[in-house]
Every structure is written in structure tokens, then in C-alpha cells.
């Protein structure tokens, strides 16, 4: 338990840092805004035509009786925007990182500054490093997206399977979030997802206790704005500490 306050505890201290610093919280915000909106305008679409696309994929059913037909399509088209706003809740983070890059950089930087964190890299250059930050983003979409169908699998499971998939689903996204936002120190020091997975899995309290209350202030519309940027400060500090005081890559 303790392991996982401290982990609640480095979201915490970024929160501070970023609501002492007006300027820090704009450059982080701004990106968090344009990726919110993105997600949300592609869930709304959703929402909009699912009627359509749940009939265009239940067109065996053309031929059941009215409340048999009606009962698939409205469970099938609850499952499938619950699938859409899990994979959009756990991808958040991971598409408002990549549109605000440069901004996240320079926010870790200066968390590190303040908090006295050692800012040395590998000497890979900017090019290696986005190189090595878009080889990571890409393998863990997949990662996420396979995770995300595994609990939409379990979510048709009756009874136990709709109780468990929003817990699975939230862990699912409390790790994610962990291995996203401690990501900017581990590609400076030319460390990959393997690496990040490793180190935070013995931390694992820890880590889920970063991770899990920022996954759910994220599911917070206007919190979001706040949250990514105290997230990535929280997350740099995470790393500092799954990293200790000298890294070297496997």
C-alpha cells in the first residue's frame, strides 16, 4: 500500500509543479485540448451512426423476431461504443503525447531542473530519439488495442464478464498511462518499451498507483487539460525512481 501511495504521490507533485507554473500548464494543455476534441468528435460519430452499423453487421438477423433482432443490435451496439470509448480512453494519452511532442519534452525538462533530476542522455541526437519514441508509440498501440479487445471479449461473458471488464479496463489503462508517460526519460537514456515495461512490472504498486488515478481523471473532460501535463511531471519523476540514480540499457 505504501508503494502504491507514493506512486499516487509523484502525480501529485505534478500537479504542483504545473499549477505553480501558468506557462507550463498552457504549453501542456493546448495539445490535451486538440486530442480531446479529436476523440470525442470521433466517439460522437460513433454514437450518431451506430444504428446503421450495427444493422449493416447483424444482417443475419434480418430474419429474427422483432424483440430477438432489437435485443442483438442494441447489445451489440452498447458493446461496441463501450469498446470505442475503452480504446479512446487508453489511447488519450498516447495520441495528445504524439501532437504535443516538443511541449511534453520541454515540460519534463523543467520538472527535472526543479526537482534536481539527473537530464543526461545517451547522445543519440533528436532525430534517434523521435525515431525510437514513434517505434515505441506504434508496437504500444498494438499492445493497447489488443488488450482493449480482450476486455471486450470479457464484457460479453454474462454477469461476471460486465462486472470485470470496466476493473480490467481500468487497469488495462493505468498501466498503459504508466508506460507512456515514463517513456521521455527512457528514450533519452536509449532505453526501449521492453525496458519500460520491466522496470515499472518491479514497481508494479507503484506504477498502478500513477497510473490509475490518472486514467480516471482523464475520463474527466475539462480535468484533462490539468492532468496530462501534471501526469507527464509525475511520470518523469516515476521514471527517476524505476530508473535510480544510473541506467543502462538492455
Not at 523521435?130 to 454474462?158: M, N, Q
Not at 474527466?220 to 511520470?235: K, T
Amino acid at each position: 500500500m505504501s508503494s502504491f501511495l507514493a506512486g499516487t504521490r509523484t502525480l501529485g507533485t505534478g500537479f504542483g509543479i504545473i499549477l505553480r507554473n501558468p506557462r507550463l500548464l498552457l504549453l501542456g494543455a493546448l495539445p490535451a485540448l486538440i486530442s480531446a476534441v479529436l476523440l470525442l468528435g470521433g466517439l460522437a460519430a460513433l454514437i450518431y451512426y451506430s444504428a446503421d452499423l450495427v444493422t449493416w453487421l447483424t444482417p443475419f438477423a434480418a430474419n429474427w423476431g422483432d424483440f430477438a433482432r432489437r435485443a442483438l443490435r442494441i447489445l451489440l451496439g452498447v458493446a461496441l461504443i463501450g469498446a470505442a470509448t475503452l480504446l479512446g480512453s487508453v489511447s488519450f494519452i498516447a495520441v495528445t503525447l504524439l501532437i504535443g511532442g516538443p511541449f511534453y519534452e520541454h515540460i519534463a525538462e523543467q520538472a527535472e531542473k526543479q526537482l534536481g533530476l539527473d537530464t543526461s542522455d545517451d547522445g543519440a541526437g533528436l532525430v534517434r530519439q523521435f525515431g525510437r519514441g514513434v517505434r515505441d508509440s506504434l508496437k504500444l498501440a498494438g499492445i493497447t488495442l489488443i488488450g482493449a479487445i480482450l476486455v471486450f471479449g470479457i464484457g460479453f461473458i454474462p454477469v461476471a464478464g460486465q462486472l470485470a471488464a470496466p476493473v480490467l479496463g481500468a487497469l488495462l489503462g493505468a498501466w498503459v498511462i504508466g508506460l507512456e508517460m515514463v517513456g521521455l526519460v527512457f528514450q533519452r537514456r536509449g532505453l526501449r518499451l521492453g525496458d519500460r515495461h520491466r522496470a515499472l512490472w518491479q514497481r508494479r504498486a507503484m506504477a498502478l498507483g500513477f497510473g490509475l488515478p490518472t486514467y480516471l481523471l482523464c475520463l474527466v473532460p475539462v480535468a484533462q487539460l490539468v492532468v496530462i501535463p501534471s501526469a507527464v511531471v509525475g511520470g518523469t519523476l516515476l521514471a527517476h525512481r524505476a530508473l535510480g540514480p544510473v541506467a543502462h540499457s538492455a
